[in-house]
């Protein structure tokens, strides 16, 4: 009944189309000016840098990001002989479209008010309240604009969870964690990350981007939602600003070659003046291979973690941790000789293709963890000279798949990939969270390495 009311409803709004001439947020030129020490706002040191990245699957992997996220902050830690946790320690985090809701809102936030994402978002309704908001007057005739659609509806619900707040906010919190969120460029089929580098191509500002704006762009799911635009203002671009930005790439092999062709698409404002921007995970899913292509490509770790100050030798610890939330298909075709409905179709393509270069991307970050620790044991760091001659390097890869119990696993994969879930699936996903990174051996190292003769970890309970 309600999707009925809501169908007529769109249709009245449709026959209304052109009454409205609402326009949304737009992205900003970037201005000669000052420059801000973003860097010495963060007060990172350099001798330990610590990723996590968030991947894609809606409140799913929102809560199961969250429990990690927990789990961090739970585990004690002395970096640099100050009394704190782990996740105080993350100097970026990245999300791509369901992990950007908890990246940027832990970036917004801090571990401090990290717990209340719960409340705020995970035990929301947060789905019926969008349907709900479509349903007001305002927001009917507003969708009546060639230019608004029901994309701004998440915006806006997001910009209260997020109360307003832009990347200038975040950048101006001492001791913030970097944030990236990745989305996918629709032209090219390739990762657009908002990040400071990346808005310069376009000649834009970030800072006054909305953390809101990201995020739904992170998780335009193609279709559901309408994709986000950004102008190009590469051509409008005044002397000296951005200059050289697409020139500083380096290597020969496929990836970085197709780096710099991505970056330099963007130079050509006459071709590209828009830049259309949808779901994140259609591009990569675990949001890492733009972080390791900017750093393969020769910018080295100071492109990734930009918001440090990293001298040479001055890396003595490396740590990423990957959280992966990915969904099994529903049903497995291949269990049957009938043709496979529409429906089953989207789903394998989605969740098992989508799998599939998720695990390559893993394994890719493995072998360059594995080639990266050899150089530096040879002691053959010409590419990694940041590094420390002991640098230790530590890559978690907290996976959905390896919760403990067959039982509940096989529960938490078939969780749908939806902006709102159950309160009884929140409450298992963020347990296995936790319990997956606390068994974690890598994750085990890596507190053993950072502890020494620290007291015994305190551990919340899941």
């Known amino acids: 009944m309600r999707s009925a009311i809501v169908a007529s409803l769109v249709l009245v709004a449709a026959a209304l189309a052109g009454c409205s001439s609402v326009r949304p947020w737009i992205n900003e030129p970037l201005r000669a000016g000052p420059p801000v020490d973003v860097a010495a706002v963060a007060q990172r040191d350099s001798s330990a840098l610590f990723a996590v990245a968030l991947s894609g699957g809606g409140a799913r992997a929102a809560a199961f990001g969250y429990g990690v996220l927990q789990e961090l902050k739970a585990t004690p830690c002395c970096w640099n002989d100050k009394s704190s946790n782990v996740l105080d320690a993350a100097d970026l985090v990245s999300g791509v479209s369901g992990g950007s809701i908890v990246a940027a809102y832990f970036a917004a936030f801090g571990s401090p ?136 790439s380096r290597g020969d092999d496929y990836r970085a070659r197709l780096y710099r062709a991505e970056k330099r698409s963007y130079l050509d404002a006459d071709s590209r003046p828009f830049v259309h921007l949808v779901d994140g995970g259609l591009a990569d899913n675990l949001g890492v291979r733009r972080l390791l292509d900017r750093a393969l490509s020769g910018g080295g770790m100071g492109s990734t973690f930009s918001e440090v100050r990293i001298a040479p030798g001055s890396i003595q610890r490396l740590v990423i941790v990957t959280i992966n939330a990915e969904r099994d298909p529903a049903r497995r075709i291949d269990e049957s000789d009938k043709v496979p409905n529409t429906a089953e179709v989207v789903d394998a393509l989605l969740f098992g293709t989508g799998n599939r270069a998720t695990g390559e991307t893993q394994a890719y970050l493995d072998d360059v963890a594995v080639r990266w620790r050899e150089e530096i044991r040879s002691g053959r760091r010409e590419r990694l000279r940041s590094f420390a001659p002991d640098a230790e390097i530590f890559l978690i890869q907290v996976n959905l798949r390896d919760a403990p119990a067959s039982s509940q696993r096989q529960f938490l994969l078939q969780v749908p990939t939806a902006f709102s879930i159950g309160d009884a699936e929140v409450t298992q996903l963020i347990a296995a969270g936790r319990e997956v990174l606390r068994g974690d051996k890598d994750f085990q190292a890596l507190v053993r390495s950072l502890g020494g003769g620290a007291p015994a970890l305190q551990r919340g309970s899941p």
């Open 113 to 248: 008010g990290l717990d209340g994402f719960e409340t705020d978002f995970l035990r929301q309704d947060f789905q019926d309240g969008l349907v709900s908001q479509m349903l007001r007057p305002a927001n009917l005739f507003d969708l009546t604009s060639p230019w608004f659609g029901r994309r701004q509806l998440l915006q806006r619900r997001l910009d209260g969870l997020y109360r307003g707040m832009t990347f200038a906010d975040v950048a101006r919190r001492p001791r913030h964690p970097q944030l990236i969120v990745t989305a996918t460029d629709m032209s090219l089929g390739s990762g657009f990350d908002f990040t400071a580098d990346q808005f310069e191509l376009i000649c834009s500002e970030l800072g006054s981007v909305p953390l809101s704006f990201a995020v739904t762009a992170s998780s335009a799911v193609p279709l559901v939602l309408s994709p986000l635009t950004l102008r190009n203002y590469r051509n409008e671009c005044p002397a000296g600003l951005a200059d050289g930005i697409a020139a500083g």
